[in-house]
């Protein structure tokens, strides 16, 4: 458990209001930059998002990022420049690589119901790949409490791929008194999405906070509320080493 660790509250993000959207920024995003805050390990963005009724992200372009999206509650419609299409649910893993170009819009298309979700980002370990697309539903394994591997580039047992080796993506919905083991990795970024948490060596964490470990793991998370967590392990860093 040795290493750097760096206590991320929720209230202290960034964040972006409209009419429409509420969203929380953990790294440097849009009109939001901090030369201190861009990223850790190879995560690039951590947003946490609700999207009002009826509205939502219209189509817009990307390249060069592997893009994983966590539905928390509600559902997200997702269409894209190649021809995919799909509604991201709880417990659906999806990831859209942008490669060398693609165009997409996110929208909720209850006319009752917000959406919530996490969108994350990362780097692919080889720029200019073929852009694509995959969604899986793991919800029948997160129905254990341990952790699950959402998405991996190196990781064959994981529900999705991704395009860098050195990342893979853990979720678990521990239930009160549920433990999970984090992994050891260079660079692990914890983030309670749901619920209420005490890690070992830090303590209580709740619902928009986050954990960037350099060096360490292998702590232990026991859940105080039913939670869910999102867990990042990167043997890399942006820049190497």
């Given at each position: 458990m ?65 893009i ?11 269409r ?149 967590v999102?867990?990042?392990a ?8």
């Amino acid at each position: 458990m040795t290493g750097l660790l760096d206590v991320r509250r929720a209230d202290d993000r960034a964040a972006t209001r409209t009419s429409w959207l509420n969203s929380r920024h953990s790294f440097s995003f849009n009109d939001y930059y901090d030369p201190d805050n861009t990223h850790h390990g190879l995560l690039l963005v951590n947003n946490d998002d609700v999207v009002a009724p009826a509205s939502g992200f219209g189509t817009h372009p990307h390249r060069d990022a592997e893009i994983v999206t966590w539905v928390l509650s509600g559902e997200l419609t997702h269409r894209d420049s190649i021809g995919n299409s799909g509604v991201i649910r709880p417990g659906l893993a999806q990831r859209m690589s942008a490669g060398t170009g693609i165009r997409h819009s996110e929208t909720n298309e209850s006319t009752s119901e917000p959406v919530h979700f996490v969108q994350m980002w990362i780097m692919p370990d080889t720029p200019g790949r073929t852009p694509g697309y995959q969604q899986q539903d793991i919800g029948d394994a997160l129905g254990g409490g341990d952790l699950v591997t959402v998405a991996s580039g190196s990781d064959p047992q994981a529900a999705i791929t991704i395009g860098n080796a050195d990342a893979t993506l853990y979720a678990a919905r521990p239930r009160p008194g549920g433990c999970v083991a984090l992994p050891d990795a260079a660079y692990l970024h914890l983030f309670i999405a749901l619920g209420r948490v005490d890690v070992e060596g830090i303590g209580e964490l709740t619902a928009g906070d986050a954990v960037r470990l350099t060096g360490g793991g292998g702590r232990r998370l026991t859940a105080t509320d039913p939670s869910e967590v999102l867990v990042w392990a990167m043997a890399k860093r942006l820049g190497g080493g």
